[in-house]
C-alpha cells in the first residue's frame, strides 16, 4: 500500500479546515508533520488534492472526489481499531443535533447510552437544521439528529420519531381565554418565531400554508428559551415544539392555544452521510434512540 491512515488523516484534516495549522492542531501534530503527510501523498500519486491560495487549501476536483471514500475508508478503521479494543463496544461518536432536540432530548439520550456503552465518548454538537446538515455533508460529524425535513442528495434521512407544534401565549395575553384560534385571529396575531434554516420554521411555514405571506412576523430569533421569554413579557404569541414547552405549562407562565384546523405534525430524523462507513456506534446510537423514543 502506497498511502497511510495518517496521510488520509492528514487529507480530510485539512479538508474541513482548509488550514494545515488548524488541522495539524486537530490531529495533535506539528504543523511541518502535518505538511509532510499531505505532500507526501499528493506526490506519491503525482496528484494535486487541494487549490493553494495562500495558507487557505481549497479542494478541488481530485479532492472532492477522493474525500468521501477517505473518510469512509478511516471510519472504516476506527471501527476496527475500537472493535480490537473493546470487543466491539463502542469509542468515540460525534453527533449533532438541531436545537430543540440538541436542548430537550439529546442530553438526556447521551447520559443513557453512555451508561450502556461506557467506552463511549459522544461529542454533541448543537445548532439549526442547515448547520448540522453541512456539518454531516462535510463528514464533521457522524451523524445528525434534525427536525426539519431535509432533501440533499449527499445523505441519507431516516425516519426517528413524531413531533408536534404547538402555538403559544402568555396567560395576560388576550388570546390565552380563547378556546379555539380561528384563521383571522391567526393573521390579526403578532408572531415570534425561528430563523429560516431552522426545523422549527420550516415546520411553522408549512403549518401556516396559504397564509404564510400575510402573517405578522414580529420578531425571529435563533433560540427557543428567548422566544418563550418574549412571548412571556407579551410581545406576542409563538410556535414551538410542545417539548420544549411542557414546564412552561405546568408552571402556568405560558398558556397553550388550540388551531385544530393547521397542521402541527412534523417528524424528527436522522441524517447520514451516504459514502460514510456505518460504523458499530453510530448503529448503537440509532437503535438506542428508536429504543427509548
Not at 500519486?45 to 478511516?74: V, Y
Not at 465518548?121 to 425535513?149: P, Q, W
Not at 378556546?179 to 418565531?193: G, P, R, Y
Request: glycine share 6%; charged share 20%; aromatic share 6%.
Amino acid at each position: 500500500m502506497h498511502f497511510t491512515l495518517k496521510q488520509l488523516q492528514v487529507f480530510l484534516a485539512v479538508a474541513n479546515h482548509e488550514n494545515v495549522s488548524q488541522a495539524a492542531e486537530e490531529l495533535a501534530m506539528s504543523q511541518s508533520a502535518a505538511s509532510t503527510a499531505l505532500k507526501e501523498l499528493e506526490q506519491r500519486f503525482e496528484l494535486p488534492l487541494f487549490d493553494r491560495h495562500g495558507k487557505r487549501l481549497q479542494l478541488n476536483e481530485q479532492g472532492q472526489a477522493m474525500r468521501p471514500r477517505a473518510a469512509a475508508l478511516i471510519s472504516q478503521a476506527q471501527d476496527l481499531e475500537q472493535a480490537l479494543k473493546s470487543q466491539a463496544d463502542v469509542g468515540e461518536l460525534k453527533v449533532g443535533a438541531t436545537l430543540t432536540i440538541g436542548n430537550y432530548l439529546a442530553v438526556g439520550i447521551m447520559a443513557n447510552f453512555m451508561n450502556e456503552h461506557p467506552s463511549a465518548h459522544v461529542k454533541l454538537t448543537v445548532e439549526n437544521t442547515a448547520a448540522i446538515a453541512a456539518k454531516v455533508r462535510n463528514f464533521e460529524l457522524d451523524l445528525g439528529l434534525i427536525e426539519g425535513e431535509l432533501q440533499d442528495t449527499h445523505l441519507n434521512v431516516q425516519f426517528w420519531r413524531d413531533d408536534e407544534l404547538t402555538p403559544f401565549c402568555a396567560p395576560t395575553h388576550p388570546l390565552a381565554a380563547a378556546k379555539q384560534l380561528s384563521e383571522q385571529q391567526l393573521l390579526d396575531a403578532e408572531w415570534i418565531v425561528r430563523e429560516p434554516g431552522s426545523g422549527t420554521r420550516q415546520a411553522f411555514d408549512r403549518a401556516m400554508s396559504g397564509i404564510l405571506p400575510n402573517l405578522k412576523l414580529r420578531l425571529e430569533l435563533q433560540h427557543t428559551e428567548g422566544i418563550k421569554r418574549a412571548v412571556e413579557a407579551g410581545l406576542g404569541i409563538g410556535c414551538l415544539s410542545r417539548l420544549t414547552l411542557e414546564e412552561a405549562f405546568k408552571r402556568g407562565t405560558l398558556v397553550p392555544l388550540a388551531a385544530p384546523q393547521r397542521n402541527w405534525h412534523r417528524k424528527f430524523y436522522f441524517i447520514l452521510h451516504k459514502q460514510k462507513h456505518q460504523s458499530t456506534g453510530v448503529n448503537s446510537w440509532i437503535d438506542h434512540c428508536r429504543r427509548i423514543s
